[in-house]
């Protein structure tokens, strides 16, 4: 593997300026030379222009968050990242390399979680190259690696786990997104260390049921909150029930036989767990007997 290298270039403010005084000299070498008709002074001033105007093509600039890779006939020179006005040997090639942060959102893409069932995903990349080298020589074009990489680490991530789960204790796609996003960093990361290329952060930015299939599972949901709330009412109304027994058989308020008791029950369970509220009916018996 290629690693890089780092270079440092000189200044390009100092050369330009040495370049610009040998010019001046080689312009006024020239006149001299018409003037004194001398052949060889004129030939001698235009090869030293030549010359000069060749120096002038090594002048590169360099922006801030940006490096230039250096190439001289295919051959890696190094990685010049101190941004400004640089000179280095006009015969080296320089190519551009970003090193600014950079986001990347997948496609929705359509696959089957761990239960089987068709979901749609899409996830947001944010990266940044680290190594010039790895990132122009290890691979042919290191963003179109990244976005295959990436939408790739996505899909395989999405068939590990189930869009949502009731058990606490397994992980879902739905229900942790922070340690979801962490194993796709992960995930993608380990596709992308051959291309000098970092992931800051990825998450997932859509995630839905497939339009065939939503419907259903939306009933299934709903289905499954209606039931975690009946357990929930129906185990409160069994403490309040117990709750109200053990007070009045404590207090001596009434005493109650078992088949009044049961009675009891029923009335309270219906009264706390109905969907509707309950219409009170007096019991009367007594006053008449």
């Given amino acids: 593997m290629i690693h890089e290298i780092p270079r440092t270039a000189v200044s390009g403010i100092l050369a330009l300026v040495v370049l610009l005084v040998a010019v001046v000299g080689d312009v006024a070498l020239f006149v001299v030379g018409i003037l004194l008709e001398s052949p060889l002074a004129v030939i001698g001033a235009v090869l030293l222009l030549t010359l000069f105007i060749f120096l002038l093509i090594g002048l590169f600039m360099v922006n801030p968050n940006e490096a230039r890779v250096l190439q001289l006939f295919g051959r890696y020179v190094g990685t010049v990242s ?23 959102e997948t496609d929705h893409s359509k696959v089957n979680d761990a239960d089987g069932n068709p979901i749609e995903i899409a996830a947001v990349v944010v990266w940044k190259v680290v190594d010039t080298a790895e990132a122009t020589f290890e691979v042919d074009d290191y ?30 796609l739905r229900g942790n997104t922070e340690d979801i996003a962490g194993r796709l960093k992960t995930e993608i990361q380990g596709r992308l260390h051959k291309a000098g290329l970092e992931v800051l952060e990825a998450r997932i930015t859509h995630l839905a049921y497939a339009p065939e299939i939503a419907a259903a599972m939306l009933q299934r949901q709903q289905a499954g909150a209606i ?10 109304a069994v403490s309040m029930v117990q709750m109200a027994l053990e007070n009045l058989s404590s207090r001596g308020i009434v005493d109650l036989d078992e088949e009044r008791k049961a009675a009891m029950v029923s009335n309270l369970l219906v009264v706390l767990c109905g969907d509707k509220g309950t219409q009170p009916v007096l019991n009367t018996g007594s006053l008449y007997q």
């Fill in 82 to 104: 101190d941004h400004g006005l640089r000179w280095a040997n006009p015969l080296y090639s320089k190519r551009r390399i970003s090193l600014r942060v950079r986001n990347f």
């Fill in 143 to 172: 963003v179109n690696f990244m976005h295959v990489q990436s939408e790739s680490a996505v899909r395989n991530l999405a068939t590990q786990y189930p869009y949502d789960t009731r058990d606490d204790e397994q992980i879902s």
């Fill in 227 to 236: 039931i975690e709330a009946r357990e929930r009412i129906v185990e409160g």
